[in-house]
C-alpha cells in the first residue's frame, strides 16, 4: 500500500498513518497475516521519526488491528476471526492426570475463548521456542511448570516463564497447602502487585445486598479490609446460595462487591 502523510505538521503524522493503516486493514488492502513495513524502515521511507510510527503501531496494537511478534515484526490481524480471548495451555505432558485437568478447564470456558494446548516435555528448551513463536499472540498463558528439579533447570524455566506479563499468566500446580490444607502458591512464587489483578475472587461467611453493591460478611481478621481498598478490578464475592441473606451490618470502611457467583 501507499502511505501519503497530511502535511498539517507533524503532530497528525501519526493519526494520518494509524488511520491509513486501518483503513487498508478493513478493506483488505492488506491481507490478513501479512507483514508490515518494520518501524525503521517505515519511517525512513516516510521521513519521519522512529517514534512517530512507534506511537501508530502502538495504538494500532490497543486496537487489535495489528499483532506484534517477539523478534520478528507486526502482522494485521484477521478481523474475519473471533473476538474471543485467545488462550494458550502448556503442559508438560497430556497424562491420564493432566487430561481430566484439561478437559476441565476447557468445558469451565466453553465457547468464551478459544484455546491451543501445547506440550513442554519438561524441556526448558522447547518451553522457549514456544514462547518465541507465541509471545504476544496470546491474551492468556496458562502454563504447567513441570521441570526437573535441578537448581539450573529451574533457573532457567523461570526466566523463560518470567517473560509473560503477570497478567496474562496463569500458572498451574505450584499451590501448596496452607492454612487449614487449603492451596496456596509457593514461597518462591512471582508476587503480583494489587495493580495487575483482572479479577478479584473473594470468599465470605456470608453476603447480602444486590448486584452492584453486594455487602460481605468476613471472619474479622481484616485482612479484605485492607486489600480491598487497593484494587481496581471487579470484586465478585464465591458463595453458597445458603450463605445469602436478607442484611448484613457493615462499616464505613466495608468496601462493596460487584456481583456474586453461586
Not at 491509513?20 to 521511507?45: C, K, V, W
Not at 507486526?74 to 478481523?79: N, W
Not at 521456542?129 to 498463558?141: G, K, S, T
Not at 458463595?239 to 457467583?261: A, E, K, M, N, Q
Amino acid at each position: 500500500m501507499t502511505i501519503r502523510l497530511d502535511s498539517q505538521g507533524q503532530s497528525s503524522f501519526y493519526k494520518s498513518l494509524v488511520n491509513q493503516i486501518d483503513t487498508a486493514i478493513h478493506d483488505g488492502t492488506i491481507r490478513p497475516g501479512e507483514m508490515l513495513p518494520s518501524m525503521n524502515g517505515l519511517a525512513a521511507s516516510l521521513g519521519i521519526s522512529r517514534e512517530t510510527v512507534k506511537k501508530a503501531y502502538g495504538i494500532l496494537t490497543k486496537r487489535g488491528l495489528i499483532v506484534p511478534r517477539h523478534g520478528k515484526g507486526f502482522y494485521a490481524a484477521d478481523m474475519a476471526k473471533s473476538s474471543r480471548p485467545q488462550v494458550l495451555v502448556i503442559f508438560d505432558k497430556l497424562s491420564v492426570y493432566k487430561q481430566p485437568l484439561f478437559n476441565a478447564f476447557s468445558e469451565r470456558l466453553g465457547d468464551e475463548a478459544e484455546i491451543t494446548i501445547l506440550t513442554h516435555n519438561q524441556s526448558v528448551g522447547l518451553l522457549r521456542y514456544y514462547l518465541d513463536e507465541n509471545l504476544d499472540r496470546f491474551d492468556y498463558y496458562v502454563v504447567m511448570p513441570h521441570f526437573p528439579l535441578d537448581a539450573a533447570t529451574q533457573e532457567s524455566a523461570i526466566k523463560q516463564i518470567s517473560r509473560i506479563p503477570n497478567r496474562k499468566l496463569i500458572m498451574l500446580d505450584r499451590l501448596q497447602p496452607g492454612y487449614k490444607g487449603i492451596l496456596e502458591p509457593t514461597p518462591d512464587a512471582t508476587p503480583v502487585s494489587p495493580g495487575e489483578i483482572e479479577l478479584a475472587l473473594i470468599p465470605g461467611v456470608a453476603f447480602a445486598g444486590e448486584r452492584g453493591a453486594f455487602s460481605r460478611l468476613g471472619r474479622g481478621k481484616g485482612f479484605y479490609d485492607r486489600l480491598l481498598p487497593s484494587l481496581r478490578c471487579p470484586k465478585v464475592g464465591i458463595c453458597y446460595p445458603f450463605r445469602l441473606v436478607d442484611s448484613l451490618p457493615t462499616d464505613p470502611w466495608d468496601i462493596p462487591l460487584d456481583g456474586l457467583i453461586f
